[in-house]
């Protein structure tokens, strides 16, 4: 882990300048610094961190050939070594010394060379495991819950999402989501297309045990659960029932009634005086918007008026054609009808048609 040991041999040429020609020694003084892996030999000895001082005497190595004296006064420094500890949330990874620290690779020792001796880190890494935690929860049947932008609702019940950061640590959280919805439901019927001032009847029907039920518009019955009433309608309209269920739950349905200025008019297309009554009558049956037929008329294939009458009272068949002109019942074949008809409002409308007569 150290640098490998380096020997250091001193020349004994630089000792020659210390001699003289009369044969004085020649003394030299060694100072320097080392790290403690390194050794220097001195002629015969050898230095290092366990003998870092000392004498050498060089036999016969100044230049007038007496001996040489060297001082050696050496200093060893010791490596840094230090810990470091860290602590990762799961998944995460830290680098030392280019090393990669993670769940797989908690220690390992690091060495650093700069300068003159090396350095070395002791890596511990702890591991965070992230936080697991569970929602569970009964919710209404339009209930959500929308973690991590994910929806999660009726349809869409249960999964795992991964909090980033949300834990105390800072790390992720992950939490199992497992929902269940109230078997609660609110149905107060189809949407429909009704004549102009016809009558309608709501009906709720529902699966709650309701605390309180609000309508709007304002009711269409008395009692707001309209379980006896009807009401006329002669506009659109679009009833919201909205019911409040004893656990909390808010469900509500509407029903929308479009309205139609086409009447509903009868008229057989086939007719037979000598048929049972009310079969012996030819008339027209109306829906119940319609209040009065104000004129009723038949007439021959070639257009002679055989039956004219005012003001007759819809859906009764006493007041029709008994088949009779002039009191002779007519022959078989085909006639046609015309007629004006009155709505509960006073408007007016006319049908016409065509019918066999047959015996």
């Not at 149905?187 to 605390?211: F, N, W």
């Not at 002039?326 to 046609?336: E, F, Q």
Request: charged content about 15%.
């Amino acid at each position: 882990m150290f640098k490998s040991s380096q020997y250091f041999l001193l020349a004994i040429i630089f000792l020659l300048s210390l001699g003289s020609a009369s044969g004085q020694i020649g003394q030299y003084l060694l100072r320097d610094t080392f790290c403690n892996d390194q050794e220097v030999i001195v002629g015969d000895q050898v230095f290092g961190p366990s003998k870092p001082v000392g004498v050498v005497v060089l036999t016969g190595a100044a230049l007038n050939g007496g001996d040489s004296i060297v001082q050696v006064q050496l200093t060893y420094l010791h490596p840094v070594s230090a810990n470091f500890f860290a602590t990762i949330c799961e998944g995460d990874s830290i680098y030392v010394n280019g090393t990669a620290y993670h769940a797989f690779h908690l220690q390992g020792t690091e060495v650093f060379s700069s300068g003159l001796c090396d350095s070395i880190v002791n890596v511990l890494i702890t591991v965070l495991t992230p936080p697991f935690s569970n929602l569970r929860d009964t919710l209404c049947p339009d209930g959500f819950y929308t973690i991590n932008g994910t929806r999660y609702d009726y349809n869409n019940r249960v999964g795992y999402e991964i909090l980033p950061n949300a834990s105390s640590s800072g790390c992720d959280s992950i939490v199992a989501i497992d929902l269940e919805f109230r078997n609660l439901w609110l149905y107060i019927g189809e949407d429909r297309v009704i004549i102009k001032g016809d009558t309608v009847c709501i009906t709720p029907q529902y699966g709650l045990t309701p605390t309180s039920f609000v309508w709007l518009p304002t009711a269409p019955c008395p009692d707001s659960l309209c379980s006896t009433s009807c009401i006329m309608l002669t506009a659109p309209v679009v009833f919201t029932l909205i019911a409040t269920d004893t656990s909390g739950c808010v469900l509500q349905d509407e029903v929308k009634f479009r309205i139609s200025n086409k009447n509903q008019v009868y008229a057989p297309n086939v007719f037979s005086p000598d048929a049972r009554w009310p079969d012996n009558h030819y008339s027209l049956h109306c829906d119940r918007t319609v209040v009065n037929i104000k004129r009723f008329f038949i007439a021959d294939r070639w257009g002679d008026l055989i039956y004219d009458r005012r003001n007759i009272t819809p859906n009764s068949p006493d007041e029709g054609w008994d088949g009779l002109y002039n009191g002779k019942v007519m022959d078989t074949g085909t006639y046609i009808f015309g007629a004006e008809l009155e709505r509960f409002d006073g408007t007016t409308f006319f049908e016409k048609g065509g019918f066999s007569l047959v015996r």
